[in-house]
C-alpha cells in the first residue's frame, strides 16, 4: 500500500473484503473520504458488519477497479455484527467477500454505543464526515487511564469535563489531587446548568486547601502525624535507616514506646531522652516540622474525609510553606486508601500534572515513598477497586512501571514524533494512525482509546458545566494610545 494520509479522496463505489473476519480492506476509485478512525458499515451477503478504518493510502489510478485486489486503498478493523435490532455482536466476524462499503450512520453507532453500554457522553466523535455523541464507558473506568497532551491542549479543561460526567454519572468515589487549584470550583456549576445536576455537582464536593489559598466553603487541608506510617514518619524526619542508622534506631524505639503520637509530644519526649533521642529532637527542629501548617491537631485529616464518605474531594495542594507538606499529605491519603483496600471500595485516584508526583527521579524521602505506593496501585489496586487517572504533558515524565499499567488512553494534541511512538509502543491497542492524527488536533480535541471507549475514538470534548479554577495568565497588551 502507498505511504498512508491521514485523509483521502475514494470513488463513490466503496467495496471491502475480510479474509479472516478480523481486518478487512478496501478499495475505491473516488468519491467519498475515509481517514483512519472512520466508523463504516459492510453489508455483506447476510450480514451487516462494522468495522472501522486503520489506514488509508493514496488513492488509486483512474480508470482501476474498486475489486482489483491491486487497487487496495485502506484497512480497517473488523468491530463485529449489528443484528436486525442494531445490537452488535462482537463474537460473530464472519469473513465477507467484496461488499459495498459505507460510513456507518448514526443509528449504527448508536447500536454501537448501547451495546457497549457506552453513556458518558463527553463530547463530540467525529467520523467519516459524521458527528454524533462520543460516550464513554462508565465501566471502563475500572483500570487505569493516561491523559497526555502538550502544555494548552486541553488536558485541565477535559479533565474537568470528564469528572463532571463521572461525578453525575457514577458513584465512584473521587480523590482529586489537584497542584494548580484548577478544581477548586468543580462543585460550582455555570449558569444554564440543570438543576439536578448542578445540585448533584455541588452535594458531592468537598474542596480542601491549605490556610493561604482557603477561601469559603473550603475545608482545610489537614493530616496526623500519629495516622502516618512508622516508614512516612521518618521520611518526613530526612531518616534513611542505613545512612542514619543509629538516629533511626533511636526514633523507632522511641516510637514503639510511646505509641501512637502526635509530633508535639513526641518532640518533647526526645527533648527529654538519650543524647540520640536529643540528636533527633534537633534535626526535627531544624527541617521545622512543628510549624507545618498541614498538622490536623482536632481537625479531620484530608484521610478521614476521603474515606469517610463515598463523595469526591478536591485537594489543592498549593499555598503550603514547605514543599514536603503537599507530599506527605498526599502520601498519607494513599496510604490509607490502601490500608483500608481491603474494604473494596471504588475509588478513582485522579492526579493532575502527575509527572510531580509519579516522575522517575523523586526528589526526596517522602516523594519516594509516595511513588511506591503509586507504583503498587498502579499494579495491584485494580483488584482492590483502586485506580488511576494520570494527567501529564509526556510519557516519558512518569514512571514506566506506572505508566505501562495503564489501559485507557485519552490523548490530546501532542507535537513530538518521539513522544507518538513511545505512546505507540506503551498502548498497543491505540491505532497508530490515530495516535499519529494527534499532531493536528485543535484545543479540545482527544482520541480516546481503550476499555473506557467502545471504539478508538476521535472527538471534540463537550463544554464544562462547572467553572474553571486558576487559568492561564494574559499576556498584558499596551493599547496603542493608552
Ligand atoms: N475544550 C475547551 N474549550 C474551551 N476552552 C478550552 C478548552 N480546552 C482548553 N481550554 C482553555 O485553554 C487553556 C489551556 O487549557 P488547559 O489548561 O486545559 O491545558 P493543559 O493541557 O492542561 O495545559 P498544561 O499542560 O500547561 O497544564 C485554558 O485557559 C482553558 O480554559
Ligand atoms: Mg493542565
Known amino acids: 500500500m502507498c505511504p498512508s494520509t491521514s485523509q483521502s479522496t475514494v470513488p463513490s463505489r466503496v467495496t471491502a473484503q475480510s479474509r479472516d473476519g478480523r481486518t478487512f480492506t478496501f478499495g475505491a476509485t ?10 463504516v458499515v459492510v453489508r455483506a451477503e447476510d450480514v451487516t458488519v462494522l468495522g472501522q478504518v486503520l489506514e488509508v493510502g493514496e488513492p488509486p489510478s483512474s480508470g482501476a477497479s474498486a475489486d482489483d485486489p491491486a487497487t487496495t486503498l485502506g484497512t480497517g478493523m473488523v468491530i463485529g455484527t449489528l443484528d436486525a435490532d442494531g445490537v452488535l455482536r462482537r463474537a460473530s466476524r464472519p469473513p465477507f467477500a467484496s ?37 464513554l464507558r462508565a465501566g471502563g473506568f475500572n483500570r487505569h487511564t493516561f491523559l497526555c497532551g502538550q502544555s494548552g491542549s486541553g488536558k485541565t479543561y477535559a479533565l474537568g469535563v470528564l469528572l463532571e460526567r463521572l461525578i453525575l454519572g457514577t458513584d465512584l468515589r ?168 481491603d474494604r473494596r471500595v471504588p ?5 493532575d500534572e502527575a509527572h510531580n508526583l509519579c516522575s522517575t527521579d523523586p526528589g526526596n524521602p517522602v516523594a519516594q515513598l509516595l511513588l511506591d ?56 491497542f491505540a491505532p497508530q494512525e490515530m495516535l499519529r492524527a494527534s499532531t493536528g488536533f485543535l484545543q479540545g480535541e482527544a482520541l480516546l482509546a481503550g476499555g473506557f471507549a467502545p471504539v478508538p475514538m476521535r472527538a471534540t470534548m463537550r463544554e464544562r458545566l462547572t467553572h474553571e479554577g486558576g487559568s492561564d495568565v494574559a499576556v498584558p497588551v499596551v493599547t496603542p494610545g493608552s
Open 30 to 39: 473516488g468519491g467519498p473520504s475515509y481517514g483512519p478512525g472512520d466508523m
Open 99 to 135: 461488499s459495498p462499503l459505507t460510513p456507518a450512520g448514526p443509528e449504527e453507532l448508536a447500536g454501537l454505543q448501547r451495546s457497549t453500554a457506552a453513556g458518558l457522553t463527553v463530547g463530540t466523535w467525529h467520523t467519516a464526515g459524521d458527528r454524533t455523541t462520543a460516550d
Open 174 to 341: 473521587v480523590v482529586v489531587m489537584d497542584p494548580n487549584a484548577d478544581f477548586v470550583r468543580l462543585g460550582e456549576t455555570k449558569d444554564g446548568t440543570p438543576g439536578t445536576e448542578a445540585a448533584r455537582l455541588a452535594e458531592r464536593i468537598r474542596v480542601l486547601r491549605s490556610n493561604s489559598t482557603r477561601t469559603e466553603g473550603a475545608e482545610p487541608l489537614r493530616m496526623r502525624f500519629r495516622a502516618m506510617t512508622r516508614k512516612a514518619q521518618a521520611a518526613v524526619a530526612q531518616l534513611d535507616p542505613v545512612r542514619d542508622q543509629d538516629e533511626y534506631n533511636a526514633f523507632i524505639t522511641l516510637l514503639a514506646q510511646l505509641g501512637d503520637v502526635d509530633l508535639g509530644i513526641l518532640l518533647g519526649s526526645m527533648k527529654e531522652g538519650t543524647a540520640a533521642e536529643q540528636r533527633l529532637a534537633r534535626r526535627i527542629e531544624n527541617l521545622g516540622l512543628p510549624l507545618w501548617e498541614v498538622w490536623a491537631f482536632d481537625l479531620p485529616s484530608a484521610a478521614d474525609v476521603v474515606t469517610g464518605a463515598q463523595g469526591v474531594t478536591v485537594m489543592d495542594l498549593g499555598g503550603f510553606g514547605d514543599p514536603a507538606e503537599p507530599l506527605a499529605v498526599c502520601l498519607e491519603v494513599v496510604d490509607e486508601l490502601w490500608a483500608q483496600r
Open 347 to 351: 475509588t478513582l485516584l485522579v492526579i
Open 373 to 428: 505506593r503509586l507504583i503498587q496501585i498502579a499494579a495491584e489496586g485494580r483488584k482492590y477497586g483502586l485506580w488511576l487517572l494520570l494527567s501529564s504533558q509526556r510519557p516519558s515524565k512518569i514512571h514506566p512501571q506506572i505508566l505501562s499499567q495503564c489501559d485507557n488512553l485519552m490523548l490530546m494534541r501532542m507535537n513530538s514524533p518521539d513522544d507518538i511512538a513511545e505512546l505507540g509502543r506503551v498502548f498497543g
